[in-house]
């Protein structure tokens, strides 16, 4: 049962599979980074946010990423699910605790 830190860590993970850019695209944002302060805490798990370390630190929408959905990190397994974009997160996190029985 993975605590906040290891969750952490899984989620940082996660974030540097992204910033691999296994795909060898010149153009591809590869500086993708957590937002702590936006983390979501919920009696199964937490949900991360992120965007582009660029996107952070100029505001210029040129770096923000488009498709960077909330994902959650499962503290009684570690897994993680990605949510999507399209509905508010709140909507999302309904839908998982449905289908998980929370």
């Given amino acids: 049962m993975p605590l906040f ?20 695209d010149p153009d591809a944002v590869t500086d ?12 199964y798990g937490w949900v991360f946010f992120y965007a582009s370390k660029s996107f952070l630190e100029t ?11 909330p994902f959650i990190v499962n503290k009684f397994d570690g897994s ?13 996190l309904a839908e998982y605790e449905k289908q998980k029985g929370y």
């Fill in 5 to 24: 830190e290891e969750a952490r860590d899984i989620a940082q993970g996660y974030m540097d599979a992204l910033n691999a850019n296994p795909y060898g």
């Fill in 32 to 43: 993708c980074v957590l937002i702590y302060e936006e983390t979501i805490s919920r009696p």
């Fill in 59 to 69: 505001d210029d929408f040129v770096f923000a990423l488009i498709g960077n959905a």
């Fill in 80 to 92: 993680i699910t990605v949510t999507g974009t399209a509905h508010g997160v709140d909507c999302y």
